[in-house]
């Protein structure tokens, strides 16, 4: 009886709604578990772990002291991961990486961390005067590895959402891009109607002509319009430092680069001259550089805080270019713009802290009136009756070298402090087969580009110094390059070089000096251009994912 009630009392609890049971909450079941199934097995297939990383593979030096160049073409590269440095940026990372309302207190930054400029040093010891292969590829993470120069950072990032945003779609593209020109180097050449790269000048010709080629087709460049002239988006234009302001003038009425959508925007330009700075807010003999740097740290305090790019990358798609001296110093205001961000400088000196790798240099190019009128030209090899000439002021370490052995002690080798009144000095160079361009204070020299311009075989003697454009042209093939150390025997390397080989070396500085000519408005494979595929390929090597800010915060 007992058990017969409680059988009735189950019965009653479960016999009444029988007919819903079979109907409605079987189809509420059938609905909901398949959803659940579909959840767990998307949610087990996704990768835990993405990178934002920055890839190449710069070669150590090898036992002479020299390596090879940068090149568009390099198939491998490694990613290794920061491991100590990674904790050492944790900080620094949050501070950089919060809502785009916070302000980024640089210099608390610093002072917070103060091994970041040792760790710096450390992974830019290259002190070589060509790079080597700046790859195009973004492989993987390898775990508990350490940071050398041939290597790459990546810092583990959350997985990117299955959404495809803008930025997804920016990436996809300089993928294709990547392979496209890995796939160049067994490809036939292609046809251009204005200039097709061959010959040994290039490191690798068909791959630079189709990387020049995907830049024209997709590269944008946002210029950020924050800040007033003559500091931002002005610079000067007829000056030893002229490329800094025709740079900047070029990029702010470019609409073939240039676009007004960030969101589309591979890279960003910081559009401030250094030059202008050290002219309007340097004090001068005051020896303190302080508001030069405070500019800076105030300007990347303002567009981070507009902006959400610089904090989403670090800085990694930015770019900064300077002529001055002072272009290496200045970016140290700032230790993401020092170490992630790319640098377009002339003083390209790697015992500065200069890295190939991710660091662009150009050329310096002295425009006194501001047009090239009269510069380029200059008669054939065999109408060039002096060896080599150089006339210049007595400043930095090699110079003086060069003037106690050569000043005035042989025909052949013209070497002046001052020029004899009435001599002209381009005249001399395009008399002379060799230009000797010795480093000053600083390595660069703009008798490079002077030299090519006159069809003068350059002569560079520097330490440290990697030539522009040395991630395309194989300087050795069109300059003759001179240690310090072999100064006293400068007529001996000159005169072995046979007629012939002097021919070919000629013949080259006229093909590649293209690459040094400012038109306005600019042509096709100019300096200019030149200077934006330098930037290009740079920012082939930097993968960037929206998580970047996620991870951070």
């Known amino acids: 009886m007992g058990g017969d009630g409680l059988k009735n ?16 909450t079987i189809r509420l079941l059938l609905f909901t578990v398949p959803l659940i199934l579909v959840s767990s097995l998307v949610f087990a297939l996704a990768p835990r772990n993405s990178t934002w990383i920055f890839t190449s593979t710069l070669p150590s030096a090898n036992s002479n002291g020299n390596s090879g160049a940068v090149t568009p073409t390099g198939l491998q590269s490694t990613a290794v991961h920061v491991g100590s440095e990674k904790a050492a940026l944790s900080d620094e990372a949050a501070a950089l990486n919060g809502s785009a309302s916070k302000s980024l207190d640089v210099e608390a930054e610093v002072t917070k961390n103060p091994g970041f400029e040792k760790t710096v040093e450390e992974s830019s010891n290259i002190t070589t005067n060509e790079p080597h292969s700046l790859n195009i590829s973004t492989p993987g993470a390898v775990p508990n590895a ?11 990032l959350k997985r990117s959402r299955g959404v495809r945003t803008k930025l997804d ?9 990547r392979a496209t020109i890995k796939e160049a180097r067994n490809g036939s050449q292609l046809p251009d109607p204005d200039y097709v790269p ?22 944008k460049v946002f210029v950020y319009k924050e800040g007033e002239p003559p500091v931002f988006h002005d610079g000067p234009c007829k000056s030893i430092y002229s490329m800094e302001g025709n740079f900047i003038y070029r990029m702010d009425v470019d609409n073939k680069f240039q676009t007004n959508d960030p969101e589309k925007a591979h890279v960003f330009y910081l559009p401030f001259s250094v030059a ?13 550089f302080s508001p030069i740097r405070r500019t800076v740290i105030d300007y990347v305090n303002v567009i981070s805080q507009k902006y959400p790019y610089w904090n989403r990358s670090l800085g990694a798609d930015h770019f900064m270019l300077a002529c ?26 790697t015992s500065e802290k200069f890295n190939p790798v991710k660091d662009v240099s150009i050329p310096e190019i002295n425009l006194q009136t501001g047009k090239l009128t009269g510069l380029i030209g200059g008669p054939s090899a065999s109408r060039r009756p002096i060896l080599a000439f150089f006339a210049g002021g007595v400043h930095g370490p090699i110079r003086p070298i060069l ?24 005249e001399m160079m395009r008399s002379s087969k060799y230009c000797i361009c010795p480093s000053g204070y600083e390595v660069a020299s703009p008798r490079i580009v002077e030299a090519l311009y006159n069809g003068c075989v350059p002569v560079l003697i520097s330490k440290s110094y990697v030539p522009p454009f040395s991630d395309v042209l194989r300087w050795k093939v069109f300059s003759v390059v001179v240690s310090v150390d072999d100064i006293p025997r400068l007529k001996e390397i000159l005169t072995k070089i046979s007629w012939r080989q002097y021919i070919r070396l000629q013949r080259r500085v006229l093909q590649v000096r293209r690459h040094f ?29 929206e998580d970047h800010i996620m991870s951070n915060r």
């Open 169 to 177: 779609k920016l990436e996809a593209g300089l993928q294709r891009a």
């Open 324 to 349: 001055h001296d002072w272009g290496p110093e200045t970016s140290f205001s700032i230790p993401y713009l020092q170490k992630n961000s790319i640098r377009a400088l002339c003083n390209a000196n």
């Open 276 to 288: 202008k700075m050290v002219q309007f807010v340097y004090l001068r003999e005051s020896r303190d």
């Open 9 to 24: 009392r189950f019965a009653c609890c479960f016999s009444a709604p029988t007919a819903s049971f079979s109907s409605s």
């Open 403 to 426: 003037l106690e052995h050569w000043e005035g002690k042989d025909e052949d080798i013209k070497v002046h402090k001052y020029l004899p009144k009435g001599v002209n000095y381009y």
């Open 517 to 545: 000519e400012l038109h306005s408005p600019p042509k096709r494979f100019d300096v200019f251009h030149m200077i934006l595929h330098s930037i290009w390929l740079r920012r082939l090597n930097v993968k960037i994912s």
């Open 146 to 156: 350490t940071i050398s120069p041939n290597e790459s950072i990546s810092l583990p």
């Open 198 to 219: 061959m010959g040994p000048m290039y490191w690798d010709a068909k791959a630079f002509h189709r990387s020049y080629l995907e830049m024209e087709k997709q590269f």
